[in-house]
Nanobody, 115 residues
């Protein structure tokens, strides 16, 4: 069974940076795409960024220019580099791998942006 393990969350001040990692238990090229989602208390889970098997990327408007999704196929890892963090970026961040028609989710990692 495919597993995704996220890491890299934590507490950071506004304007700071964090890099999240998502390690898959098998080749990331076996998935149609991989993405990062987030869920803040009382809110629905929302898409943050996605990267396709071909390397194309897409971002939520709220993070464009601040966040970057990338991958390292040798490490079966997808990253989310988050810069210029804002308090409204506070949420649990989840990694998701899509292999149609199924989605595999990680356990999530907490990101808190606060002074």
């Amino acid at each position: 069974q495919v597993q995704l393990v996220e890491s890299g969350g934590g507490l950071v001040q506004p304007g700071g940076s964090l890099r999240l990692s998502c390690v898959a238990s098998e080749s990331i090229f076996s998935f149609n795409n991989m993405g990062w989602y987030r869920q803040a208390p009382g809110n629905q889970r929302e898409l943050v960024a996605v990267i396709t098997s071909g390397g194309g990327t897409n971002y939520a408007d709220s993070v464009k220019g601040r966040f970057t999704i990338s991958r390292d196929s040798a490490k079966n890892t997808v990253y989310l580099q988050m810069n210029y963090l804002k308090p409204e970026d506070t949420a649990v961040y989840y990694c998701r791998a899509r292999r149609y028609p199924n989605d595999i989710w990680g356990q999530g990692t907490q990101v808190t942006v606060s002074s």
